[in-house]
Antibody, heavy 117, light 107 residues
Framework: QVQLQQWGAGLLKPSETLSLTCAVYGGSFIGYYWSWIRQPPGKGLEWIGEIHHGGSTNYNPSLKSRVTISIDTSKNQFSLRLSSVTAADTSMYYC???????????WGQGTLVTVSS | DIQMTQSPSSLSASVGDRVTITCRASQSISSYLNWYQQKSGKAPNLLIYTASSLQSGVPSRFSGSGSGTDFTLTISSLQPEDFATYYCQQSYNTPRTFGQGTKVEIK
């Protein structure tokens, strides 16, 4: 049973950089796509981007200029960095696993990130 | 981006009711449509993938259908644990996009 455990700073000031990490336990890192998805309080889901174990990435064009997703296969971890945050980036952030088919069948527990001065 | 539109945005139903939620894509996505259930404070849970395939461990009262632009999630007999918000998601291309959600409440 694969488990995704995520962590990172929960309170940021405007213009700071959001940084989250997701560790994968109990399963292979190889052959899967590893994604970040966010959800503003009381709202719907927004796909941020994904990384393949080989390192190739896809980002949401709406965030692409500020997003970096990276991977550390030696630690079975992948990370999200979102620069120049504003209040609009306040959300619950989830990491998730998919195959190439891009349906998300394993999720992290979520990290609430609040941006406030 | 492909826009996903769900209807209704919310509904009230009773235990035992048959519930249908629809999802429409702004362009054809073949069968690259997935459904999730989300309960308050929890991560989404995959129910259906590729429009009609039931995820392992999901009760058989959940079913999905459709192709092209129009899709349906059906709960054949609503159970107390099914009161939640449901989202569709297209996996036809990037950026992956979700519907706005349908909240199923107790009547």
């Amino acid at each position: 049973q694969v488990q995704l455990q995520q962590w990172g700073a929960g309170l940021l000031k405007p213009s700071e950089t959001l940084s989250l990490t997701c560790a994968v336990y109990g399963g292979s890192f190889i052959g899967y796509y590893w994604s970040w998805i966010r959800q503003p309080p009381g709202k719907g889901l927004e796909w941020i981007g994904e990384i393949h174990h080989g390192g190739s990435t896809n980002y949401n064009p709406s965030l692409k200029s500020r997003v970096t997703i990276s991977i550390d296969t030696s630690k079975n971890q992948f990370s999200l960095r979102l620069s120049s945050v504003t209040a609009a980036d306040t959300s619950m952030y989830y990491c998730a696993r998919s195959t190439r088919g891009a349906w998300y069948y394993d999720w992290g527990q979520g990290t609430l990130v609040t941006v406030s001065s | 981006d492909i826009q996903m539109t769900q209807s209704p945005s919310s509904l009230s139903a009773s235990v035992g009711d048959r519930v249908t939620i629809t999802c429409r894509a702004s362009q054809s996505i073949s069968s690259y449509l997935n459904w999730y259930q989300q309960k308050s404070g929890k991560a989404p849970n995959l129910l259906i993938y590729t429009a009609s395939s039931l995820q392992s461990g999901v009760p058989s009262r959940f079913s999905g259908s459709g192709s092209g632009t129009d899709f349906t999630l059906t709960i054949s007999s609503l159970q107390p644990e099914d009161f939640a918000t449901y989202y569709c998601q297209q996996s036809y291309n990037t950026p992956r996009t979700f519907g706005q959600g349908t909240k199923v409440e107790i009547k």
